[in-house]
Nanobody, 121 residues
Framework: VQLQASGGGLVQAGGSLRLSCAASGSGYIINDMGWYRQTPGKQRDLVATISRAGNTNYADSVKGRFTISRDNAKNTVYLQMNTLKPEDTAVYYC????????????????WGQGTQVTVSS
């Protein structure tokens, strides 16, 4: 499975962006999907995750401003980011937990290439 993220860019504080991440590949079931972000010199932090059934989890810093969603038919996860703040500036990575459909039913953690989000003050 490969993940291709898109939708990053430069936006002013208070603005909005929508990130997308599409998974490609066959022979796998995609379970949880999510978004993480990282700034230089810091660890990669969770932003939001969503289960295959649609259960969501958010970092406290983005609750009420960001919305994660997914389209299982398209194997795509989205992150709608509203009321952006300069501290949201980071490289955003999408993530998927995938399970092989056929034995051995191994589980893998797959990462996309990252997309830069820059919020100017």
């Amino acid at each position: 499975v490969q993940l291709q993220a898109s939708g990053g860019g430069l936006v002013q504080a208070g603005g909005s962006l929508r990130l997308s991440c599409a998974a490609s590949g066959s022979g796998y079931i995609i379970n949880d999907m999510g978004w993480y972000r990282q700034t230089p010199g810091k660890q990669r932090d969770l932003v939001a995750t969503i289960s295959r059934a649609g259960n969501t989890n958010y970092a406290d810093s983005v609750k009420g401003r960001f919305t994660i969603s997914r389209d299982n038919a398209k194997n795509t996860v989205y992150l709608q980011m509203n009321t952006l703040k300069p501290e949201d500036t980071a490289v955003y990575y999408c993530n998927a937990v995938v399970v092989r459909m056929f034995p051995p039913r191994t589980t893998s953690n797959v990462w996309g290439q990252g997309t830069q989000v820059t919020v100017s003050s």
